[in-house]
């Protein structure tokens, strides 16, 4: 990177950097990255996520030269950038993932054939006697090279960089055993030999370039989640100008301190404060509250709000890119990429077997031309020490047990992302649910009337008249209620005038004989009705609307968001499973404390009037692994945050595109038909890895006392690769 690409003064004084890192091909490299940054004298703290394909650094001086960190990353073979654009992001991870996609076709098509060939020895010991059989054995070999050359290219580059920052890992120990079984068939062809073991290398090339498309995959699905977000919010804005006029122009064109118009029902893309106008605004998706927020002149917006009631002019207070919802961009690329405890479990011994591999290697050659006199001899034995090493069910364990719960997942309605989520949901200690559209369905309904006299019906009557045709969540409870309880033939459109205001709507007959109001209590106070003082404290977690007509008090409709159907049953479930529960919500106290008190949970574990940030840190603070459940855009920082973030059933597009579990069908029952397959395929994986660690020691252990030869260990490697696949079927039932 060009220093000059950077404001390389405010960069030291924040003491804080995230940049893009360009050319990682896998998580060994995100890690080998990460290695060589933490190496750098002045650094505090590193983080790198191959699925964001960022890096987080800090440091604890103003003396601190971030170009010491652009020089190390480049020396390993990678480039430093800033942050690209969220399209760009896509195109590069597009392109990478075309090439592995051609990488895997030669292995399938090449691989293919020297497999067909190596059966063919395997499966008749005569044939591979014969002079017939060593040239199928050279022609198995020829196909091969392919795979082993152009298909295999990046696990050896991988594989190097990874050595060179100290922390060999898959890719290294991968490499070995590829060139390993591919020098011990060159030299038993060499030798007249038709005992070749070139199908476990192409096997080994074909599995790892699968894996490489999942960790892409979750690369890709992290990029559109900050795009999902930034589409929530509108690309032009009104812009007014000096005369009266205004034009459209892109949101990233308007400049700090230019006023902009919000007409009623459009959503707000700068963040600013209101010049003129009163109305009300649905700040759902950045806050997460149920209720609409009166605003005036003086009040602060935020682009994703909606404005529901009136025009207003905002004055722009701050640049594109540094609004509300671009710092959550930015934070769900630092929160984002969170890597399996199982897959790091997998890399670690794959760290440790890399060195012992080689050091049981040369001492099997040691003490085979010791004992025997014989190079070649002791060379084949050497050589099968890392044939015998190839990590083929380690490398399995994981990734195959996490194709199977996907598969079975999707035919349920659940779409499991990665399988670092899927591992944290199965071993949860502590899960936060978000309130609104997650445990409740996010739409107001009528709970109740209380009325002077009137009939439910005929209260409800007279608040649908006035806020027929009105764009806003009351209103639309009103008038549903009103169509289920009075009916459609009883509730002609009857001829007048409707106008909104900002806490309310009056509707005025056409003879003018008639004048109903509706709206918050203490604005039909200000239109000087005579509210009893009993109907001003209504019930907990309600919304209250009154009714006035001509002047006078006739009732008060309150509105409830109700609870979704089976979140009780979940969260009664994973409570006697011994999860803690916990609610973290921006609405207010009263409506989450009701919501609470109704799924069981205890008053210290309800947070309420959290925005995003608030809820990363309850997050963050929570029992590991924690999981949160939300559905709003103002949850995308907390999805990304928890170890596993669950979108349920009707979530917003950032939500969807952040979280690693995605409830498509099913409603909320899939929460917990999520965990229960969860923890299900988190055994099997264990039981995967722990089958393949053993197998390694045990078969390095006889390999290299010259018990075992290359054959008997090539056709132990591929059963223990076979019993994890057995294993993993399990999966599908």
């Not at 669950?646 to 979280?659: L, N």
Request: charged share 20%.
């Amino acid at each position: 990177m060009d220093a000059d690409q950077l404001d390389l003064a405010s960069i030291r004084r924040a003491r804080r950097l995230v940049v893009t890192i360009e050319g990682m091909w896998c998580a060994g490299c995100a890690m080998a990255v990460e290695r060589i940054i933490q190496r750098t004298p002045g650094v505090t703290f590193a983080s790198t996520s191959f699925a964001g394909g960022s890096a987080l650094v800090t440091w604890d001086s103003d003396d601190f030269d971030p170009r010491k960190i652009f020089e190390r990353v480049a020396k390993l073979g990678y480039r430093v950038s800033p942050l690209v654009e969220v399209d760009q992001m896509e195109q590069r991870i597009d392109e990478h993932s075309r090439k592995v996609w051609v990488r895997l076709a030669v292995a399938l098509f090449f691989g293919m054939w020297s497999m067909l060939a190596s059966i063919m020895l395997y499966i008749d010991p005569v044939i591979a006697q014969s002079a017939a059989g060593w040239w199928i054995a050279v022609a198995a070999i020829i196909s091969a090279i392919p795979v082993l050359t152009y298909s295999a290219w990046s696990f050896y580059r991988a594989g190097w960089r990874t050595l060179k920052a100290g922390v060999p890992g898959m890719d290294a120990l991968i490499s070995f055993g590829v060139l390993a079984a591919t020098g011990l068939s060159v030299w038993q062809v060499v030798r007249g030999s038709a005992d070749i073991y070139i199908d476990t290398a192409t096997m080994l090339v074909t599995f790892l370039l699968c894996g490489r498309l999942i960790e892409l995959h979750a690369r890709r699905r992290n990029s559109a989640a900050v795009n999902a977000l930034r589409q929530t919010v509108p690309e032009t804005v009104r812009r007014l100008l000096s005369d009266g006029s205004s034009e459209d122009i892109r949101a990233a064109d308007l400049a700090v301190g230019e006023q902009v118009l919000i007409r009623a029902g459009e959503r707000i893309a700068v963040d600013g404060t209101v010049l003129a106008g009163e109305s009300e605004v649905d700040r759902a998706l950045v806050s997460g509250e149920s209720r609409p927020l009166a605003i005036a002149p003086g009040a602060v917006v935020e682009a994703g709000s909606t404005n529901l009631s009136c025009q207003i002019t905002v004055r722009a207070d701050v640049a594109y890119g540094g609004r509300f919802v671009d710092r959550i961009g930015i934070r769900m690329l630092e929160l984002s990429g969170a890597k399996s405890t199982v897959a790091l479990q997998a890399e670690r011994f794959a760290r440790w077997l890399v060195p012992t591999a080689l050091v049981l290697s040369a001492a099997a050659f040691a003490y085979g031309f010791s004992t025997t006199g014989d190079a070649a001899e002791a060379a084949l034995r050497a050589l099968s020490v890392l044939v015998a090493a190839c990590p083929c069910a380690v490398g399995l364990a994981l990734p195959l047990a996490y194709a199977t719960a996907t598969g079975t997942a999707a035919r349920q309605g659940i779409m499991f992302r990665d399988p670092a989520s899927l591992e944290a949901l199965a071993g949860a200690r502590e899960i936060l649910f978000d309130k609104t559209g997650t445990l409740t369905s996010g739409k107001l309904d009528v709970e109740g009337v209380i009325s002077k006299g009137l009939s439910r019906q005929r209260i409800l009557h007279l608040a649908a008249r006035a806020e027929a045709g009105i764009a806003h969540p009351i209103a639309d409870a009103i008038n549903r209620a009103a169509r289920a309880e009075v009916g459609a033939a009883t509730c002609p459109d009857e001829p007048g005038h409707t106008t909104r205001y900002a806490r309310g709507s009056v509707w005025l007959a056409a003879d003018t004989a008639d004048t109903v109001m509706v709206g918050a209590i203490s604005w039909l106070r200000e239109q000087n009705v005579d509210v009893p003082a009993e109907r001003r404290a209504t019930n907990p977690g309600t919304t209250p609307v009154g009714l006035a007509c001509n002047g006078e008090w006739l009732g008060l409709i309150l509105l409830r968001d109700t609870i979704r159907p089976g979140a009780i049953h979940a969260a009664e479930t994973l409570r006697d499973a011994g999860v803690k529960l916990a609610l973290a919500t921006g609405d207010h106290a009263d409506a989450a404390s009701v919501v609470a008190s109704a799924i069981g949970l205890e008053p210290d574990h309800v947070y309420a009037g959290c925005l995003p940030e608030d809820k990363v840190t309850r997050v963050s603070s929570a029992a590991r692994p924690v999981v949160f459940v939300g559905d709003g855009v103002n949850d995308a920082l907390a999805l990304a945050a928890a170890d596993c973030g669950i979108a349920v059933q009707g979530a917003s597009a950032p939500a969807v595109a952040t979280a690693g579990v995605v409830i498509a069908d099913g409603g909320f029952n899939g929460v917990t038909s999520a965990w229960r397959l969860s923890r299900r395929t988190l055994r099997i994986v264990r039981q995967n890895l722990a089958f393949s660690v053993l197998y390694n020691v045990a078969i390095l252990t006889f390999a290299a006392s010259g018990a075992v030869p290359p054959v008997a260990a090539a056709i132990a490697m591929l059963a223990s690769s076979l019993s994890v696949v057995a294993n993993s079927a399990r999966l599908a039932r």
